[in-house]
């Protein structure tokens, strides 16, 4: 008789509904169009700053590499999430099959896991850059920096063929309610009628592992930075070194604490609201924020970006 019953609801879910970020306002309309101003901002910001790395023989080091990397993960990023987002708020449709609901969290943990490590690769990167210049041309080849970007990308999808097939399989015979604007995994786990302890505490121990690997790398990275620096006998090479390194460290502070909030603080601390407001943090406002970090605090960056434009006023008053 149980398990009728459980078939019975597995063939009834034709799919989940997304409660959203929408149903939080008394104001939905002028929500949904600041969030499309913000989406368009980080695309364009983004593309942007692709566009000048790629395009500009100055920005081909393997800082700007691991730069654009970030860059197009960002774009992926907030794409998996706000294009559904607003279409359903605009059509009035909050539905989202368990197929779609399933990519959607394989491309969310598969990108969040992959900017995890590139972080840390950026930190190593930088290590490299200050504590070992001479050696650098050769520690950091372009060889090197495929290999580390491929590995990010490899262990991101790591975590997501493995957590997406094991939420995905659990029976959700509860309300079909997701009280979140996607499929994230915890918001998922929720609706399930079996008992999740152990999924949940091994899904834990995966987060502290893929943490911890990127936080000792990136914290002992920052360690013999910071002896270099303190021994640097030029004030102008401290400046431009706590340059780079301080634009690297807010982006990891931002993303990383987004992170331990969701998946390593218990769920006492947690609420749907709080959930949505911290998601909303790192998958919307901080793809936003990255190319702002790294372009308006550096020269380089914003010396292309004054060349490119310059081009194109001189090629607009040529075709005139």
């Given at each position: 008789m149980e398990n009728s019953t459980w078939m019975t609801n597995r063939s009834d879910m034709s799919g989940?509904?997304?409660?959203?970020?929408?149903?939080?306002?008394?104001?939905?309309?002028?929500?949904?169009?600041?969030?499309?101003?913000?989406?368009?901002?980080?695309?364009?910001?983004?593309?942007?700053?692709?566009?000048?790395?790629?395009?500009?023989?100055?920005?081909?080091?393997?800082?700007?590499?691991?730069?654009?990397?970030?860059?197009?993960?960002?774009?992926m990023y907030i794409s998996v999430t706000v294009p559904k987002m607003l279409m359903?708020?605009?059509?009035?449709v909050n539905k989202i099959s368990a197929p779609e609901c399933g990519m959607q969290m394989f491309l969310y943990v598969t990108l969040a896991g992959s900017e995890f490590f590139l972080l840390a690769s950026m930190a190593y990167d930088r290590y490299v850059a200050i504590c070992h210049p001479l050696r650098y041309p050769v520690l950091m080849n372009h060889r090197v920096c495929l290999s580390l970007a491929s590995g990010c990308w490899f262990l991101g999808s790591v975590d997501g063929f493995l957590f997406t097939p094991i939420t995905m399989t659990f029976p959700f015979c509860r309300s079909r309610a997701i009280h979140h604007f996607f499929c994230e995994v915890p918001a998922v786990l929720k609706l399930s009628c079996?008992?999740?302890?152990?999924?949940?505490?091994?899904?834990?121990?995966?987060?502290?592992?893929?943490?911890?690997?990127?936080?000792?790398?990136?914290?002992?990275?920052?360690?013999?930075?910071?002896?270099?620096?303190?021994?640097?006998?030029?004030?102008?090479?401290?400046?431009?070194?706590?340059?780079?390194?301080?634009?690297?460290?807010?982006?990891?502070i931002l993303f990383y604490g987004a992170a331990v909030y969701?998946?390593?603080?218990?769920?006492?601390?947690?609420?749907?609201?709080?959930d949505m407001m911290v998601s909303v943090f790192y998958t919307i406002l901080t793809p936003v924020l990255n190319p702002l970090i790294y372009s308006l605090r550096n020269k380089d960056v914003t010396g292309a970006l004054k060349k490119m434009l310059n081009v194109g006023m001189v090629f607009q008053e040529t075709v005139k």
């Open positions: 989940f509904i997304l409660v959203g970020l929408f149903s939080q306002t008394e104001h939905p309309a002028l929500l949904c169009a600041v969030i499309f101003v913000i989406f368009l901002m980080a695309l364009s910001g983004n593309s942007i700053l692709i566009f000048l790395i790629h395009s500009s023989i100055h920005l081909h080091t393997p800082m700007y590499f691991f730069i654009s990397q970030l860059s197009l993960m960002d774009v359903d708020q605009v059509l009035v079996s008992d999740t302890s152990l999924y949940e505490i091994f899904m834990y121990l995966c987060c502290v592992l893929m943490l911890l690997i990127p936080v000792t790398v990136i914290s002992g990275s920052y360690y013999f930075i910071l002896l270099t620096i303190h021994r640097m006998n030029s004030a102008e090479g401290r400046k431009k070194a706590f340059a780079t390194c301080s634009s690297h460290m807010a982006v990891v969701t998946y390593m603080l218990p769920s006492s601390y947690h609420s749907p609201e709080k």
